[in-house]
């Protein structure tokens, strides 16, 4: 049974000291209660307290964090089944796999590739995250050059993938202290595997097939001391794909296994299907997912989906309001009134760009909604117009008095224009033809 935050901090020893990143002990207890942080973050608790409180306040799932730096990032500390009873935290990391066979060429291609790789959609900056090492070969010195070869061209976040204890201690050499993931403990290697994660401080992958055996295997990894575990169930299939991880969640989530607790792996290159395996794993709860490097179109569709599925369902993407310049404008540039959600500001400023007319966007605080659902909703209103004209000076801005509305806020056109004194145009519906609209109507006008 879940702890009341009093009864948590009944058992805290008070000392407010901070070092578990909150400014009191209450605080902590408070996070600890609603499941958002782990109870080994109190430097100063006795195993007794921790026993009591960590089977029931740590997150169900447990934040792993893998390499380190700028490129990091962090997995696990999910708390929902579904996406739309609350929303994914932290999106899986996607990793491009390079053989220690390749030529130091082409592994030092893909590295520069995922280091410098940018794709901006609704404002973000969407990257892959790091490259994984498989030791193909069998020796340790070609998997260490190949690993130096990646050392050498990017401070990225790395899986070391081997299940040879040599292979891996010659790699770590050049960079445990990055704190790779390690790929994998099995039944047969978990002690050394272990011993070798334990060192260097690095996350480990625990790889068996069957939820019994992986969370035996998960438990034993843990009585070794490895709290930072990965979990690989080796799937078959893509359905055996998604049938293992949703129950891997549910058992974890539910708290009805602890020791299933933690991030999953995939790796999709096992499968025929390895845009579908991607897509699969993205939404249907992997953490980790290691693909060989994709083709411009998968790659697209892959960052594009993991950036919509770990965006809260709750609160849409919302641009400051304000006023946005597209290109240079002059004096008699067009100011064109919009809504601040993202998707409808990017993909207006993406058509306004390649008309190449330069106009201002004047983006009003309609809380995120679309056009139609502002209008509908009385966000997009005559008052707000007239205010965001005042607040941002457009007066001073432009020689002229007009703006050009949304073609789905037309009825508000006559309000606008008593409420504000600015002439109004009905601009399209859609965003497409406002290129065609400034040339045929803007550019035309008497
Ligand atoms: Fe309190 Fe422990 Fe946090 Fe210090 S580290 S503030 S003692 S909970």
Same mark, same amino acid.
């Given at each position: 049974m879940a702890l009341k935050a009093l009864d948590i901090y009944k058992l805290l020893p008070k000392k407010n000291c901070k070092e578990c990143g909150d400014p009191t002990c209450l605080t902590f207890a408070m996070k600890?209660?609603?499941?958002? !942080?782990? /109870?080994?973050l109190c430097p100063y608790l006795d195993e007794k307290a921790k026993s009591i409180l960590g089977a029931t306040t740590r997150p169900p799932i447990r934040l792993v964090k893998i390499g380190v730096g700028e490129r990091s990032f962090a997995v696990g500390e999910e708390f929902v089944l579904y996406r739309h009873d609350k929303t994914f935290?932290?999106?899986? *990391?996607?990793?491009?796999?390079?053989?220690?066979?390749?030529?130091?060429?082409?592994i030092a291609d893909v590295t520069i590739r995922v280091r410098d790789e940018t794709f901006t959609r609704i404002g973000s900056d969407l990257r892959f995250n790091g490259i994984a090492i498989v030791n193909t070969s069998g020796s340790p010195e070609v998997f260490a050059r190949a690993v130096a070869t990646v050392e050498e061209n990017a401070d990225l976040p790395l899986v070391l993938i081997t299940e040879n204890v040599d292979a891996l201690n010659a790699a770590l050499v050049q960079v445990g202290s990055y704190q790779p993931l390690i790929h994998a403990a099995t039944r047969v290697n978990f002690r050394e595997m272990c011993a070798v994660a334990k060192k260097h401080n690095c996350p480990l992958v625990v790889k068996a097939q069957g939820i019994e055996n992986l969370e035996a295997l998960a438990k034993d990894c843990l009585a070794e001391g490895i709290k930072k575990l990965v979990l690989d169930p080796c799937p078959q299939s893509l359905g055996d794909y998604i049938s293992t991880a949703t129950a891997l969640r549910?058992?974890?989530?539910?708290?009805?296994?602890?020791?299933?607790?933690?991030p999953v792996f995939l790796d999709a290159a096992c499968f025929c299907f390895q845009d579908a395996a991607i897509a699969l794993g993205i939404v249907k709860y992997a953490s980790v997912i290691v693909t060989p490097p994709l083709l411009p179109e998968s790659s697209k569709a892959a960052l594009t989906l993991r950036q919509n599925i770990y965006t809260d369902p709750q609160k849409p993407i919302q641009m400051n309001p304000g006023l946005y310049r597209v290109g240079t404008p002059g004096k008699d540039a067009p100011v064109l009134v919009t809504v601040n959600f993202s998707l409808t500001f990017f993909t207006l400023q993406g058509y306004l760009e390649s008309s190449r007319v330069p106009c201002f966007m004047l983006i009003i605080d309609?809380?995120?909604?679309? /056009?139609?659902?502002?209008? !509908? !909703? *009385?966000?997009?209103?005559e008052t707000l117009v007239r205010d965001s004209l005042k607040k941002f000076d457009i007066e001073n801005e432009?020689?002229?008095?007009?703006?050009?509305?949304? *073609?789905?806020?037309a009825p508000l056109s006559g309000r606008i224009e008593e409420t504000t004194g600015w002439k109004v145009l009905v601009g399209p519906r859609d965003a497409a033809e406002i290129g065609e609209y400034l040339h045929e109507v803007w550019q035309k006008r008497g």
């Open positions: 600890l209660a609603g499941g958002k !942080a782990d /109870v080994d935290y932290h999106p899986p *990391g996607i990793i491009f796999a390079v053989s220690d066979s390749q030529a130091p060429e082409e549910q058992l974890a989530i539910t708290r009805a296994a602890p020791d299933l607790g933690y309609t809380e995120g909604l679309s /056009v139609l659902t502002a209008v !509908a !909703a *009385g966000k997009f209103n432009v020689s002229h008095k007009t703006l050009i509305i949304p *073609g789905y806020a």
